[in-house]
């Protein structure tokens, strides 16, 4: 008796198991997420990461770790982003205009493109500068044209075909002047030389001047935007200074390619929650950073117009 009603027990639990509802998988995120910051620390993209992880974490409940992983004009960790698994876990950032030239200049020969990426969300719109030491004899971007007409000025730039690049060679078509320019991996090594006296002018975005340029050790002398930065008020713009010249580096966040559909909507509602938030708008104005949110396909739209821009300015 006991033999059938164990017999009858383990059929039952075979039944049950045999039917019993597939385990479901844990919900999106469930552990942390790395950052992927391509350019080094002290940055305005690191600092703009930085702050980006800090709030995130706490919109998703877990952590959140920036990567700086540098080199060849940001490719290296561009290339990492874009080789990662497409799970959600590894997201970077990708900045316009920089990204293109690894992979439009055909001298690269690189294998991925725009399409490498899940674009997800803008961040932050930060405009270009020129920037000298506080004893320098250039108060004005004239100051600068008239003399880089007569003898190449010396200029940090923060990589070859990057917003300050471009920026520069811009104004070299619109004034025939001409810079020697120094391409660097970080703008901090660009600060250290302008403020060293090794470099005459440096290009860089008004996030990453705006505390030197308070303390008197850095005189930034135009802005490249439409209407003066409120983070700049003293400083005008190259249109006020009589150059037709509005530029900047826009920081994005950006995914593999072939992310799940659903991990990529979670990550941009969790995106758009953390930036919107009034206690990130608010660490964000403390640090001079302009948030422009972008989100999915609107954000790829903007990519991929903005590199027909890049092709046409650079002759790729």
């Not at 039952?12 to 999106?28: H, R």
């Not at 990589?159 to 811009?170: E, K, P, Q």
């Amino acid at each position: 008796m006991q033999h059938i009603i164990r017999s009858c027990a383990a059929i039952a639990a075979a039944i049950m198991l045999f039917f019993a509802p597939p385990q479901v998988a844990n919900a999106f995120p469930d552990e942390g997420l790395k950052l992927i910051v391509a350019y080094g620390a002290g940055g305005g993209t690191d600092v703009t990461a930085r702050l980006l992880a800090k709030d995130l974490e706490a919109t998703i409940g877990h952590p959140v770790t920036v990567e700086n992983i540098t080199g060849g004009g940001g490719w290296t960790g561009w290339s990492a982003l874009a080789n990662a698994q497409p799970d959600g876990y590894t997201i970077g950032y990708i900045n316009v205009p920089n990204i293109y030239a690894g992979f439009l200049n055909p001298e690269m020969s690189r294998s991925e493109n725009l399409s490498s990426f899940t674009p997800l969300m803008n961040h932050v719109t930060d405009y270009c500068v020129w920037a000298v030491s506080a004893d320098s004899p250039f108060h004005s971007v004239a100051d600068v044209i008239e003399a880089a007409k007569a003898e190449a000025l010396s200029i940090a730039a923060h990589g070859f075909g990057g917003d300050d690049h471009l920026a520069i060679m811009r104004m070299e078509r619109m004034t025939d002047a001409s810079f020697n320019v120094i391409h660097n991996t970080s703008t901090a090594i660009s600060l250290t030389q302008v403020l060293g006296g090794h470099v005459q002018v440096l290009g860089a975005n008004v996030s990453e001047v705006i505390k030197l340029h308070e303390a008197g050790e850095l005189r930034v002398i135009g802005v490249m935007a439409p209407e003066r930065s409120k983070f700049l008020p003293d400083v005008p713009t190259f249109k006020e200074q009589g150059f037709d010249q509005v530029w900047s580096v826009s920081r994005g966040i950006a995914a593999p390619a072939g992310l799940p559909d659903d991990v990529k909507q979670i990550l941009i509602k969790a995106l758009k929650e953390t930036l919107s938030s009034d206690a990130h708008r608010n660490a964000a104005e403390q640090l001079g950073l302009s948030l422009d949110i972008i989100e999915g396909e609107e954000y790829a739209k903007f990519l991929a117009d903005t590199e027909g821009e890049v092709k046409t300015l650079m002759g790729w």
